[in-house]
């Protein structure tokens, strides 16, 4: 498949960009989740604007304090290695490792990896099996194939960076024309099917910022896929553990566990941190745990594999990414 | 396949699109004498080809009535054939050119919709046409390797010697015919082999369906028996107590034997293919750690196969090349054969060099066109080393003993007495009284009578029978393959994730033309099998591939692919070019059952579906646990 035609405009500023925006225009940065959907003419914009010329998107500033902000069209590559450079951000800078393929990570971007539309079997696809079936409510149709009679779109959110980015508590920054705003990562995410980010058609995520990592705390993103070279996840855990680090024991003084590729969205899962925080943690609050991730987890016939599956391994990934977690932290 | 089902095409009852029969020796009486018999059914899944190119035509009508023709096929002079009679013309006004070809692996046979419709509207129009499917329609809706429902009873003395095979095989064969006669064939005639079995029954039935249709692949119908016979034969020698390295020795064919069905088993290998690979699955299992509660667990698996280095279809067979010597010395080397990336134009340029004593570099390989290069039935079955390899052989010692004439006269010497080496001919025994090959050449050309050397040979193993459909009876080629391969894998019993750790192959393909294309044709076959085991999978919704990306059809990427050591054994056969057999086709039908047993060798499960997905994994780990709780309160 090729590309449809367009015109390309490639903005030196952010101001320049915004106001190009607008009447059937998109952004691209890496161009890894665009121009795939453009080729199966799911999308078609008549203008493409191109990000990556714009200096300040590509940018990683360390911040006072000892925090992280990272230019939304930083290549997913470049971050993993500034991430290898500080021992507590190594786990995180793992896991941006995970995403797809080395070429891959070459081109898409952090911003591009967070705002990446949502899949499904019955979107993504080229234009000739869109005649077998009735368009599909992302389609622009009137119902949704995965779950007869459903009247929300049940496409899944496969992001990898959104749930290791919530769990260490990222947040985003968004250029639109009423100037700067920046919000927590998670109310980044819309919650439905049919538009995964809020993110109007004249805004611009700018900026991810990361919080100092904590002096004892752990890690982890478990993805479950089924070849570890290039797939999606059809399912990701991400653990964000926090220690008293004068304390002896694992006292866990703060806990984020963020769901992911499981549903329209990915989600933190409250529960968790409440169950933790302040515990000494021993094996059995991992099983607790995965528990309660499972009740959160309720994945849809929408990718690969089988929704029991996708649903039965959100106990045993939890349980690994405690784990991995406690190892990082060394506990 | 029922009486009374809905009908794919109403002139094709029972959608029966073929069936076979084939039997030898008595099945019932040996089963019922034999020591232990048990019979299993086993079932594997639609997958691709996925070669990179898409299927593509280019095609120019002519004024004059004439059409030039540009595809993507494996085996052009079907659709020269094919195109001829589409168009209502003689095939000889149908010019085929073949350019370099993105793969094939048994789905560029035959012509299709591209091919007919690119000529048509050329014709229509008068303008140059072309059609490049999309590799998304390509994944949708054109060709597949057969699905299958493999029942099959075994019987064995408990020595582990085999008595008997009964089978039944159904394939789904897709809404239309395409090869798929051969394919049920195959997987009939073939279904004994690498074995010695006195007493065999096969029935095969090819089903039409509403889908896409199946055609050959890689393997070609051996991939799926072979999975379903060796994985059976692990099982019986399990529950026998035997060593399955030594059931496999026992029953291995010997050089000189025929089977029941009449393959006649020349040069062979196999015994010390699974000896050595004996060897190495002890050397591996000894190497192990296995940890009784570990989450990852390890194992180690055998398997044995036998294939074939060029079969032969209802009609034509023979192969045909033209060595012109230029007056420089180097060689224009055309045959009919296309090299689809498995490096035949390399290896058939090897031979040519070898037989006049010049250097690879010295030949020029020209890829086919049907008005210049000889007819050739096509790249299938492993056929081009063997069968061309040997076509090539005989026109460049054609052109050789030409020259040996003229350079006879030169040197004052017997012809019979010329030595070509190292681009010079010589007197055998004086190697003073030489000249220049080039320099010949000239001499030949140039001298009063002007002799133009053109080589010219044509080949075709003798004794091989036109396929009998009926009743699967009769040698199908000159020489057979034979191998054993390893496989070592990890099973994360959590996630239900298997690793290939590591594969090696013991091969028996006669003298080895190019070690380093050998070489990546295994590797290449072994990592594909992987796929059709774990993760490859046409998945359909309402009857429609919901899969068509190799994002969702999920083959092994160059990265997923494991350490693959291969070697060969020192078979040499007699009729194959420097004793050269097939290579790499053959290894791929060997892999999945390697994988199978040793999946079963590490968690303790015998899978009879492919591929085995972690879900099914998981599910079946989970009961197992779960009664060995039971039976241990």
């Known amino acids: 498949m090729t590309l449809p035609r367009f015109e390309y405009l490639n903005p030196a500023t952010l101001s320049d960009a915004l106001s190009m925006a607008g009447g059937e225009s998109a952004f691209v940065a890496g161009g890894t989740d665009l121009f795939v959907r453009m080729k199966e003419r799911i999308t078609t914009p008549k203008r493409v604007i191109g990000l990556g010329n714009i200096a300040g998107l590509r940018s990683t500033e360390h911040l006072p304090g000892g925090g992280l902000r990272i230019g939304a069209a930083t290549a997913l590559t470049d971050l993993a290695e500034t991430l290898a450079d500080r021992p507590q951000w190594r786990g995180l800078g793992n896991a941006i490792k995970l995403t797809s393929s080395p070429l891959l990570r070459n081109a898409g971007t952090v911003g591009g990896n967070l705002c990446q539309e949502s899949r499904c079997y019955y979107y993504n696809q080229p234009p000739i099996f869109r005649k077998r079936w009735p368009l599909c409510f992302k389609l622009g149709g009137d119902r949704c194939h995965v779950i007869k009679g459903s009247e929300v779109c049940h496409a899944v959110y496969s992001g990898d960076l959104a749930g290791p980015l919530m769990a260490v508590k990222a947040t985003a920054t968004i250029a639109g024309p009423g100037g700067m705003k920046k919000i927590d990562l998670g109310d980044f995410f819309t919650g439905s099917g049919l538009r995964p980010v809020r993110l109007a058609a004249d805004e611009i995520l700018t900026e991810i910022d990361i919080p100092n990592p904590p002096r004892s705390g752990g890690f982890s993103y478990q993805k479950l896929r089924l070849r570890d070279t290039i797939d999606y996840p059809l399912l990701g855990i991400s653990l964000f553990l926090e220690f008293d680090p004068e304390a002896k024991v694992r006292r866990c003084l703060d806990a984020r566990?963020?769901?992911?590729?499981?549903?329209?969205?990915?989600?933190?899962?409250?529960?968790?941190?409440?169950?933790l925080s302040g515990q000494v943690l021993t094996e059995n609050h991992a099983a607790e745990a995965g528990q309660l991730v499972r009740k959160m987890a309720h994945p849809v016939a929408n990718t690969a594999s089988t929704p029991r599956y996708r649903r039965e391994m959100v106990e045993v990934l939890t349980r690994r990414a405690f784990q991995q977690a406690l190892e990082q932290a060394g506990k | 396949m029922a009486d009374g089902s809905p009908l794919v095409h109403e002139n094709v009852p029972r959608n029966l699109s073929f069936e076979t029969n084939l039997s030898y020796g008595d099945v019932d009486k040996a089963l019922a004498a034999c020591d232990y018999v048990r019979e299993d059914r086993f079932q594997t899944a639609a997958i691709r080809h996925g070669f990179l190119e898409p299927h593509a035509a280019l095609a120019n009508w002519d004024s004059s009535g004439k059409l030039t023709f540009w595809g993507s096929k494996q085996s052009p002079y079907f659709t020269y054939r094919n195109m001829g009679k589409a168009l209502g013309i003689p095939p000889s006004r149908v010019r085929f050119i073949q350019p370099y070809l993105g793969g094939g692996f048994g789905g560029k046979n035959e012509m299709f919709a591209v091919d007919f419709c690119a000529a048509f509207l050329s014709r229509k129009t008068g303008r140059p046409v072309k059609i490049v499917a999309s590799q998304e329609e390509v994944l949708y809706a054109y060709r597949q390797r057969h699905p299958t429902l493999i029942r099959i009873r075994t019987g064995l003395q408990k020595d582990g010697t085999l008595a008997a095979i009964d089978a039944e095989i159904i394939a789904d064969g897709g809404a239309y015919k395409s090869m798929g006669s051969m394919s049920l064939y195959i997987m009939c005639t073939r279904l004994a082999l690498p074995?010695?079995?006195?007493?065999?029954?096969?029935?095969?039935?090819?089903?039409?369906?509403?889908?896409?249709?199946?055609?050959?692949?890689?393997?070609?119908?051996?991939?799926?028996?072979?999975?379903?016979?060796?994985?059976?034969?692990?099982?019986?020698?399990?529950?026998?107590?035997?060593?399955?390295?030594?059931?496999?020795?026992?029953n291995a064919l010997q050089p000189g034997e025929t089977t029941g069905n009449g393959l006649k088993i020349t040069s062979c290998g196999l015994t010390e293919c699974i000896e050595k690979a004996g060897d190495i699955a002890g050397r591996w299992r000894g190497e192990l750690h296995r940890e009784g509660n570990s989450r990852y667990r390890k194992g180690v698996g055998v398997a044995a196969y036998g294939f074939i280095s060029g079969s032969r279809l209802a009609g034509h067979n023979t192969a045909a090349a033209q060595v012109k010597v230029h007056e420089d010395g180097g060689i224009a080397l055309i045959t009919g054969s296309t090299d689809c990336g498995q490096g035949s134009d390399t290896a058939l340029s090897q031979i040519a060099a070898e037989v006049l004593g010049v250097r690879l570099a010295d030949i020029r390989y020209g890829t086919l066109?049907?008005?210049?290069?000889?007819?050739?039935?096509?790249?299938?079955?492993?056929?081009?080393?063997?069968?061309?390899?040997?076509?090539v052989k005989l026109a460049a010692e054609d052109a050789k003993r030409q020259l040996a004439e003229v350079a006879a006269e030169v040197l004052e010497a017997a012809p019979g007495d010329i030595v070509f080496r190292d681009r010079r001919v010589y007197v055998a025994g004086s190697p003073d009284r030489s000249l220049p090959f080039d320099k010949l050449v000239k001499k030949a050309q140039y001298s009063g009578t002007g002799k133009t050397i053109l080589g010219r040979g044509y080949w075709a193993p003798e004794g091989i029978d036109p396929p009998q459909f009926a009743t699967g009876m009769g040698n199908q080629s000159g020489a057979y393959t034979f191998g054993t391969q390893v496989a070592e894998v990890e099973v994360d019993v959590e996630t239900g994730r298997v690793k290939v750790c590591r594969l090696a192959m013991v091969h028996d393909c006669g003298q080895t033309i190019n070690e380093m294309l050998a070489e990546g044709q295994l590797e290449g076959s072994a990592i594909g099998g992987i796929g059709h085991t774990f993760t490859e999978e046409i998945i359909r919704k309402d009857g429609q591939t919901i899969n068509p990306s190799f994002l969702e059809y999920r083959m092994p990427t160059a990265l997923d692919a494991c350490e693959v050591a291969s070697t060969h054994t020192d078979t040499v056969d007699a009729m194959g070019p420097f004793g050269a057999k097939e290579s790499g086709e053959g290894i791929q039908v060997a892999i999945t059952p390697a994988l199978v047993n040793a999946v079963h060798d590490a968690i303790g499960i015998w899978f009879k579906e492919i591929p085995i997905t972690p879900d099914v994994i998981v599910e079946t780990w989970n009961s197992a646990q779960r009664r060995n709780k039971g039976a241990q309160p």
Do not use: W
């Open chain 2, 369 to 391: 066109d049907s008005e210049i290069t000889p007819v050739d039935p096509g790249v299938f079955g492993s056929r081009v080393t063997f069968i061309t390899g040997n076509a």
């Open chain 1, 257 to 275: 566990l963020v769901l992911s590729a499981a549903g329209p969205t990915p989600v933190v899962v409250p529960e968790v941190g409440q169950l």
């Open chain 2, 195 to 250: 074995y010695r079995v006195p007493n065999l029954r096969a029935r095969g039935y090819r089903v039409h369906t509403n889908t896409q249709p199946s055609c050959a692949m890689r393997g070609h119908g051996v991939p799926q028996i072979r999975f379903a016979a060796e994985v059976q034969l692990e099982m019986a020698v399990a529950e026998l107590g035997l060593d399955p390295v030594e059931v496999r020795r026992k």
